[in-house]
């Protein structure tokens, strides 16, 4: 069984501050992890994955995410955070397998200040 | 990135009837697609995977009767909610891959679409 986990329900960060939201998993196997972002009332965006390779990932809109094996985490950051940054951000993981779907975290509500 | 679209965006309906939900991958073939319901503030959940040609593999839990899926082409996917009664009420995401390109291990996901039976 493959799992996510991401430990806040909520972040709040002042704009221009550098912002981190956790995610940790659990698969048997390597594991191919995603960050989405969902706006109200909308579907989610990709925002970036790590598949195989170096372990910090760049992705869109300025965020990226590390990869840390031995602390099974893949938490998303951003240097200086935005007010329109703010939004619902999900984790996801499944394992390298061609059969295996994507397991969600719960999410993590992103609030960025003025 | 790829574009999912899906119709319609909102859709209300009465106690008893069928709605069909459409996920189209605009450009781009999708020989797999997945349908997800999310509950308000909470994570996606999902409901069960389409292959084009073939039937659907539902989750546990996932009434097939229910919501019947239909993966027609390798641009469309349907879900009609059969019946449709009050606690159907949700949002509805559909995702699909992209096949045999180096971005097939990535889901892009429809924008959802709102379902509320009265």
């Known amino acids: 069984a493959q799992s996510v986990a991401q430990p806040e329900d909520q972040v709040n960060v002042a704009e221009g501050n550098p912002l981190t939201v956790k995610c940790t998993y659990s698969?048997?196997?390597?594991?191919?992890l995603f960050w989405y972002v969902q706006y109200p009332n909308r579907g989610l965006q990709f925002l970036l994955k790590?598949?195989?390779?170096?372990?910090l990932v760049k992705g869109s809109y300025g965020f990226e995410a590390e990869f840390n094996k031995s602390q099974t985490s893949f938490h998303l950051k951003k240097p200086s955070a935005l007010v329109s940054d703010s939004a619902l951000y999900f984790c996801?993981?499944?394992?390298?397998?061609?059969?295996?779907?994507?397991?969600f975290g719960k999410g993590t509500m992103l609030l960025v200040s003025p | 990135g790829a574009v999912v679209s899906q119709h319609p965006s909102r859709v209300i309906c009465k106690s008893g009837t069928s709605v069909k939900i459409e996920c189209r991958s605009l450009?781009?073939?999708?020989?797999?697609m997945f349908w997800y319901r999310q509950f308000p503030k909470k994570s996606l959940m999902l409901m069960a995977t389409?292959?084009?040609?073939?039937?659907?593999?539902?989750e546990q839990g996932v009434e097939k009767d229910k919501f019947l899926i239909n993966h027609a082409s390798l641009t469309l996917s349907t879900l009609t909610v059969t019946s449709a009664h009050p606690e159907d009420s949700s949002f509805y995401i559909c995702?699909?891959?992209?096949?045999?390109?180096?971005?097939?291990?990535?889901?892009?996901f429809g924008p959802g679409t709102r379902l509320l039976v009265l």
């Open positions: 389409s292959n084009e040609g073939s039937k659907a593999t539902y």
């Open positions: 996801a993981v499944r394992v390298n397998s061609g059969y295996s779907t994507l397991t």
């Open positions: 698969v048997s196997g390597n594991p191919y």
């Open positions: 450009d781009f073939q999708a020989t797999t």
């Open positions: 995702s699909a891959r992209l096949a045999g390109t180096s971005d097939q291990e990535t889901q892009y």
């Open positions: 790590y598949i195989t390779g170096d372990n």
